[in-house]
């Protein structure tokens, strides 16, 4: 009887950049993605491999297909949202869409943990788990998986037929965006060059602000990088000047 193979040491990060890759919009480079597919496999063959060269590959992955996931989720909640609802609707039986229906009408969201803005807020009941009976949740959530599921399918379709010049549009600004954002970035390196005593607290902001290319980090935003660029401006306008 063989042992079975020991779990890799970083099998859940290794899990959600799979699920990055899965996810990735439909017109995100065919050639590209086999590359961080075999990347992928790469890790999981060696458990050796360090935690930094993985985070590395995600932050990559979700730097180069940045400007079409945002595309692809703002097409999604133009086009997406309405038809998610649709069809969670649909794939409840009678009595639970009613009771859903109406909670939907008195104001509750399902979202809770996503708009929780506090510790507390998520150890407080949501409106939603008072409602409900566990298996009508159950019911709601698993309609919810096969909605959402439905709704991606009807984008991957849009984004490259009907709305694909949309998309295509959408995609071109998201490039520039992120253009401009690197920009910030190098600007915000090269203050890093004039104070040896600043140096190690700039560098550090512009690690947090670069995580927010990674595919499993809430996102870079370009007002941020341009605060954190003012600031270190203004604090350095001494040695700038």
Same mark, same amino acid.
């Given at each position: 009887?063989?042992?079975?193979?020991? $779990?890799?040491?970083?099998?859940?990060?290794?899990?959600?950049? =799979? %699920? &990055?890759?899965? $996810?990735?919009?439909?017109? +995100?480079?065919?050639?590209?993605?086999?590359?961080? =597919?075999?990347?992928?496999?790469?890790?999981? @063959?060696?458990?050796?491999?360090? #935690?930094?060269?993985?985070?590395?590959?995600? &932050?990559?992955? *979700?730097?180069?297909?940045?400007?079409?996931?945002?595309?692809?989720?703002?097409?999604?909640?133009?086009?997406?949202?309405?038809?998610?609802?649709?069809?969670?609707?649909?794939?409840?039986?009678?009595?639970? /869409?009613?009771? +859903?229906?109406? +909670?939907?009408? !008195?104001?509750?969201?399902?979202?809770?943990?996503?708009?929780? /803005?506090?510790?507390?807020?998520?150890?407080?009941?949501?409106? +939603?788990? /008072? #409602?409900?009976?566990?298996?009508?949740?159950? &019911?709601?959530?698993?309609? %919810?998986?096969?909605?959402?599921?439905?709704?991606?399918?009807?984008?991957?379709?849009?984004?490259? *037929?009907?709305?694909?010049?949309?998309? @295509?549009?959408?995609?071109?600004?998201?490039?520039?965006?992120?253009?401009?954002? !690197?920009?910030?970035?190098? @600007?915000? $390196?090269?203050?890093?060059?004039?104070?040896?005593?600043?140096?190690?607290?700039?560098?550090? =902001?512009? $690690?947090?602000?670069?995580?927010?290319?990674?595919?499993?980090?809430?996102?870079?935003? !370009? &007002?941020?990088?341009?605060?954190?660029?003012?600031?270190?401006?203004?604090?350095?306008?001494?040695?700038?000047?």
């Amino acid at each position: 009887m063989t042992n079975p193979r020991p $779990r890799h040491p970083y099998a859940y990060t290794l899990d959600l950049l =799979k %699920l &990055a890759i899965d $996810r990735l919009p439909p017109t +995100f480079a065919a050639p590209a993605k086999k590359r961080y =597919k075999e990347r992928l496999q790469y890790f999981w @063959d060696n458990p050796a491999v360090s #935690y930094e060269d993985i985070v590395k590959t995600i &932050a990559s992955l *979700g730097k180069e297909s940045w400007p079409y996931r945002r595309a692809y989720d703002e097409l999604y909640v133009r086009y997406g949202r309405p038809s998610e609802e649709s069809h969670l609707l649909e794939n409840l039986d009678q009595v639970v /869409r009613q009771k +859903f229906e109406a +909670f939907i009408h !008195e104001g509750g969201k399902i979202n809770h943990i996503e708009s929780a /803005r506090s510790a507390e807020d998520l150890r407080v009941p949501s409106p +939603f788990e /008072r #409602y409900f009976t566990p298996e009508e949740k159950f &019911a709601i959530q698993q309609a %919810l998986l096969l909605a959402r599921e439905a709704a991606r399918k009807e984008i991957d379709d849009l984004v490259t *037929g009907k709305k694909a010049y949309e998309y @295509d549009r959408l995609v071109e600004q998201y490039k520039g965006l992120r253009q401009r954002i !690197e920009s910030k970035l190098e @600007d915000l $390196r090269g203050l890093a060059d004039v104070s040896e005593k600043w140096r190690p607290d700039i560098q550090e =902001k512009i $690690r947090l602000l670069e995580q927010g290319w990674s595919v499993v980090e809430t996102g870079i935003d !370009e &007002a941020a990088v341009e605060s954190e660029l003012d600031y270190w401006k203004g604090a350095l306008q001494t040695f700038l000047h």
